[in-house]
């Protein structure tokens, strides 16, 4: 329905007006009436209707006085004019502000009725035509923003004022569902942010392919999204199955003009491509994280792949699951830094197990080995979004060779979980990672870790991390939440309790007490 407001100084007239016609059967609601001009001014400020019947004469200001006031204050709806006198000048008159009827009193319904008809008809067209507009207002923009991009936008033929692209600072963004098999995501992203983005005021979303893209704008947001992502990634992992469960972003480097915006999407992009090399439960990843760009670019080369299935060959053999381990994990670094496309590292992948399979059953045919087939490997590695879900196949195949042609006491397995802590005690070391790396059950190695220790995996890792920060404690320009991080705890309070159960000390006072 059209909103109407009545404005008449003759109290008999507003209500005459108002049952002179079946106004809700017309489709126009009547939200208010006023008496004189100061009042209909007001009114009209405040309610914004689509109508207003408004009366020449009245005290306080008159109705042509009540129009230009309105006019001035941009507002865009309808009058009729109402009159006790035909003088042509007020009709003159009220045409300068738009109005396109002019009737005198006493009112005829039938005039009313016609006029009323005909500007709700001109309301809709309106309307309609406000939407088109914006339609391709909103079309126009979108490309702009995309060719932005892509680095392809004709700068010298853009306003950014006009596409509220006049902050000091941006950064790009991609968000995506963090898994293929979760239901779409349902909430927008100003409500990670918690920002309002009335008017783009925050940030412009775009879609580029099949991705949603997100530009920053201003220290405001870029400070949200920071706040974001230390509440989302480092204090409050995301519960399986919650909405935060299905996200996955990744974030371009800042940049201070909107010229530049395409070097951030770029990074963001670009990330987005090697989500291959994410690792367990990853949900985000920034421009830090890209590989440096150099002189020394290199491709894996069917040379490298002998090599690494030579050492691979040799320490399986051995039974030196540490080697194997140290090994896959350089491969990693090797192939994060290397310049093949993700589907040329599958392939690479894919020739080197094969390759090892090959020499193992060679080695030992009197032993069948229990490997799968070609076909079986091709199609698991081909299959696999991450690369730590081939590694981890590629440890679990190693240890069933092992187990198989011997070695089984197992009793060095032990040492060489030790080596892998006292090495990487500031990550996030965990017994379900520790066994998965080793080809064991957690629970089982669990058991045998505390037999063979004397302690559980958690408090050998626990006295670790203790230990590495008393030394960092001795060198003063570190901060406490600093030494926390570098030693592997995330949050300080836990530290300081870990700390403190370990030493019967805070850090602070252990640090006074080495003084």
């Known amino acids: ?74 507002y865009k709806g309808k009058v009729i004019i109402l009159s006790g006198y035909s003088d042509f000048k007020y009709a003159q008159e009220a045409i300068r502000y738009d109005v396109k009827y002019y009737l005198t009193k006493p009112i005829d319904v039938n005039e009313l ?41 004709d700068l010298s033929n853009i306003n950014f004022d006009d596409l509220h692209l006049n902050a000091n600072i941006y950064q790009v963004l991609i968000y995506e569902k963090y898994s293929r098999n979760i239901a779409d995501i349902t909430y927008h992203f100003s409500e990670l942010l918690k920002v ?3 008017d783009n005021s925050s940030f412009h979303s775009v879609n580029a392919g099949n991705n949603e893209v997100i530009i920053l704008k201003g220290e405001f947001a870029i400070l949200k999204f920071k706040e974001f992502l230390k509440h989302f990634e480092r204090e409050l992992k995301p519960q399986k199955g919650s909405p935060l469960d299905s996200l996955f972003i990744t974030y371009g480097r800042t940049v201070t003009s909107p010229k530049d915006i395409h070097i951030s999407y770029k990074d963001s992009f670009s990330l987005l491509q090697r989500r291959f090399f994410c690792e367990i439960d990853q949900h985000t990843i920034g421009y830090e994280q890209l590989p440096e ?6 491709y894996m080369t069917h040379e490298l792949l002998l090599d690494y299935c030579a050492r691979l ?12 381990a140290d090994t896959l994990h350089n491969l990693e670094i090797k192939l994060y830094n290397s310049q093949d496309s993700i589907h040329d590292i599958k392939l690479f992948l894919t020739d080197l197990f094969i390759e090892i399979k090959d020499k193992l059953n060679n080695l030992y045919s009197a032993k069948k080995l229990t490997i ?30 092992m187990n198989c042609i011997g070695n089984f ?8 979980i030790l080596y892998y802590i006292q090495h990487n005690y500031m990550e996030n070391i965990r017994l379900e ?17 505390n037999l063979k220790i004397g302690e559980s995996f958690n408090s050998y890792v626990d006295k670790i991390r203790i230990e590495s920060s008393k030394e960092l404690l001795k060198q003063k320009s570190l901060k406490i939440y600093e030494i926390a991080e570098k030693v592997g705890y995330q949050n300080t309070d836990y530290f300081y309790m870990k700390f403190k159960k370990n030493t019967g000390l805070t850090p602070a006072e252990y640090r006074k007490k080495d003084l």
């Open 1 to 74: 329905m059209y909103t109407v407001l009545i404005a008449d100084d003759e109290a008999i007239i507003r209500r005459g007006l108002k049952k002179i016609i079946d106004w809700e059967m017309l489709g126009f609601n009547i939200i208010g009436e006023a008496s004189n001009g100061v009042e209909t001014l007001a009114e009209i400020n405040k309610t914004k209707p689509d109508i207003v019947l408004l009366d020449i004469k009245m005290p306080g200001m008159d109705g042509l006085e009540v129009l230009n006031n309105a006019r001035s204050n941009k």
């Open 113 to 153: 009725k016609a006029a009323l008809s005909s500007l709700s008809d001109q309301i809709k067209e309106e309307s309609a035509h406000r939407l088109t507009i914006n339609h391709y207002k909103e079309k126009a923009e979108n490309t702009i923003l995309l060719d932005l991009l892509q680095g392809t936008a």
């Open 196 to 198: 309002t983005n009335q």
């Open 293 to 298: 760009n150099n002189s020394n670019a290199y």
């Open 313 to 324: 060959v040799a320490y399986i053999q051995s039974f030196n699951r540490k080697a194997v």
């Open 372 to 401: 799968p087939t070609n076909a079986q490997i091709i199609d698991f590695i081909q299959t696999k979004n991450y690369l730590y879900e081939i590694f981890l196949f590629f440890t679990e195949q190693f240890e069933v060779v």
């Open 409 to 416: 006491s197992r009793d060095s397995v032990i040492d060489d």
């Open 433 to 449: 990672n520790i066994a998965s790396l080793f080809g064991y059950n957690s629970s089982y190695l669990g058991k045998i870790f």
